[in-house]
């Protein structure tokens, strides 16, 4: 398990599921196969499955806890969701409760509840399912959300067009936290715990947002998706299928990676594997990571 200190903020990573979930065709399409395969010796097999041909993914939340506040960045899947053409995310039954247990956090202890978008695997855990009904999970929270996907999600949720697992994402996992009065609107750049700044990346999303941390000279950026794989490091300017804006999502990755260089802060996202996160090094037009200091107090 990530738990470490940085500054006066405890860091802890919570997982639900970790798999070789989508080849590189799948999530950039149309992809320059021999700068892939040039970045495989340090790729396989700790990001890259070759038995598979998959990309190795993490879905976790981060846990951050500071000045007696629990905040909780991103929920995951959730259980008993129906993500139609999502297999991997489909009704799902993980112990994620325990294990956020495990890692000291009770839900009724949970102040914050920090969606940094409202996609399928960030905002599960949201609710449970409890006497048929879809109820908070943390129910001392307050749920904070972008103002800009909100409003996006919402009537994105009422298009014929709209596939049946976003739909469903929006009315299971969203709205009833909408409905119970629980969800405070962001825009973005607020800052939501001492140390701890939202940063507007939008891209994957139209208000996905990122998290700044700096606590006594120590800094971290919690990416979201702004980072899928670490091999969006070196090839930050490819182009993902999944990203609402592709060229606007390349341009954050690369403010993202910029920033990470200038301040010596750890990069944080929700999806890699371990260690998790690394420390990034310019090269010119381009970026690296090291993993060998994730881990340093």
């Not at 993914?57 to 951050?64: A, C, D, E, N, Y």
């Not at 995951?76 to 053409?85: D, L, Y």
């Not at 490819?238 to 954050?252: E, I, M, Q, S, T």
Request: hydrophobic content about 40%; proline content about 7%.
């Amino acid at each position: 398990m990530f738990d470490r200190m940085i500054g006066d903020v405890r860091v802890t990573r919570v997982e639900e599921i970790q798999g070789p979930f989508v080849t590189p065709a799948m999530w950039f399409g149309a992809y320059d196969v021999k700068a892939f395969e040039a970045q495989l010796p340090w790729m396989a097999p700790r990001y890259f499955d070759p038995a598979s041909g998959r990309m190795l993914s993490s879905v976790h939340t981060w846990v951050l806890r500071q000045g007696g506040k629990t905040i909780l960045v991103d929920t995951c899947n959730g259980n008993h969701k129906n993500r139609p053409g999502w297999d991997a995310f489909h009704m799902l039954d993980q112990p994620y409760l325990q294990r956020l247990a495990a890692a000291g956090v009770l839900p009724e202890e949970v102040d914050i509840v920090m969606c940094t978008h409202l996609h399928i695997d960030h905002v599960g855990w949201n609710t449970k399912l409890e006497n048929g009904k879809w109820v908070p999970t943390f129910p001392n929270a307050r749920y904070l959300m972008s103002r800009t996907d909100k409003e996006f999600f919402e009537q994105n949720s009422k298009r014929p067009e709209t596939t049946p697992a976003t739909v469903n994402t929006y009315n299971d996992s969203v709205l009833p936290i909408i409905e119970a009065g629980m969800d405070v609107l962001v825009d973005g750049t607020e800052e939501i715990a001492a140390g701890l700044r939202l940063v507007n990346a939008p891209g994957h999303t139209p208000g996905h947002v990122g998290i700044d941390l700096n606590s006594k000279g120590k800094r971290a950026l919690f990416s979201a998706d702004a980072f899928h794989f670490p091999l969006q490091v070196p090839l930050w300017h490819w182009r993902g299928v999944f990203d609402a804006d592709p060229d606007l999502a390349c341009k954050c990755r690369r403010q993202f990676l910029e920033h990470c260089v200038e301040h010596d802060a750890l990069l944080l996202p929700a999806h890699f594997t371990a260690p998790h996160g690394g420390h990034i090094s310019a090269h010119g037009d381009s970026f690296a990571i090291s993993f060998d200091r994730v881990h340093e107090a």
